[in-house]
């Protein structure tokens, strides 16, 4: 009996952590998605952005400082206090929305994006570690699919920010300044009820690896490497769809700024609501009879996005478009719910903050450079089927690589409990 109630309490805490965490998470890619809606008003306040060029090359600088401090947030989550590093970059990185709000220059918003990269780097892969901490049997998938749609949810509301920037009343830094103050006051009741699982068993016990043993345990494993470029390669098409697609859409069929930014936002997330909650079920069932059951999953939302890129580079109006941007939402929900849970199949506890950690680094900062190529395109006049034809070729490749992938029996308890 008292055995069933601890199981029980187990579970309640575990869904607690992921209830807490879907409020970080959407104010997390809210911050970052509001700028793309509201470009041509930020550009049209903050003349001596001048360009496309330019407007990418701050994109790319957020992603770059991202990158290069997501290895480091997620080994300080291995070291360290996950809660601590969670609710302590949520304040700083909400501080520094508000502080965007403020900005009245170019060279300000880049600082601004630094300091942003800097702060937000801290929180996937801490959240993300700490979700799995908690989830230790076939629950994994679907509550990190939970968590990815506290962050599809932030991109849809931040595709409204162009009816707010819009607004003669509100505008562009009344958004970012009310989100900036909503993250602050947030961090503090955060702070009180996020807690560090206890370490038990032998699975999270005894002494933490150095950095240098960490990142060579990592290097040395042929399916974690194989992870990392999957993870990375289809950071094109995907920073694509939420940094340029609203601008794109816009001068693609001649609408408004508003319904261009709803548009890129809304119709690809919500079917990506349904693929994270398909992906998550049929990824905790699939994983007890096979272990490659996640990595299965995984590789059909990525042959999924194949003709979603070509039909959206070909469509002839917006309803056709919004059709092919569902079918992104839906093979990308795939996709997005089952990283975390395929890397904890490869790297131990104490290892998958840090390995996160990489992977993002490596995919955002193919990102940047993503930014900054579709920006000279831009500018250049190139054609909208040219550049997703790219992103198109590029999960080809992808739908193969994870397929390449061997996750270990030992690190899959939900096999071995089946």
Known sequence: MHDSQTGRSAIRTAWLVVALLVPVALLNYLDRQMLASMKFSVMGDIRDIASDTNW???????????????PIGGYLADRFSRRWIVCSSLFVWSAITWWTGHADSYQTLLWTRTAMGISEALYIPAALALIVDYHTGATKSRAVG???????LGIILGGFAGFVADSPALGWRFAFTVTGILGVLYSLPLLFLLKDPPRI???????????????RTLATSPSYLVLAVY???????GWMMKDWMPSMLKNQFN????????????????AGFGGLFLGGWMSDRWVRRNVR??????????ALLIPALYGLGHSPSLGVAIVFLSLFGLGFGLFDCNNMPILAQLARPEMRATGYGIMNFLSVSIG????????????RGAAFETILGVGALLVAVNAVLILLVRPKPELTPELQGA
């Open 56 to 70: 990418g090359i701050m994109l790319a600088q957020f992603k770059w400082v991202y990158a290069i401090f997501s």
């Open 293 to 302: 059951g996640r990595t299965f999953v995984s590789a059909i939302g990525m």
């Open 255 to 270: 609408i408004s700024q508003g319904i261009a930014g709803v548009s890129a936002g809304l119709y690809v997330n919500l």
């Open 201 to 215: 068993g032998g699975e999270s016990a005894g002494p933490r690896p150095s950095p240098w043993a960490t990142l």
């Open 231 to 237: 993870f990375t390669l289809v950071a094109m098409p």
């Open 368 to 379: 940047g450079f993503a930014d900054i190529a579709v920006g000279k395109l831009n500018d």
């Open 146 to 152: 939970i968590h990815m749609a506290a962050i599809y």
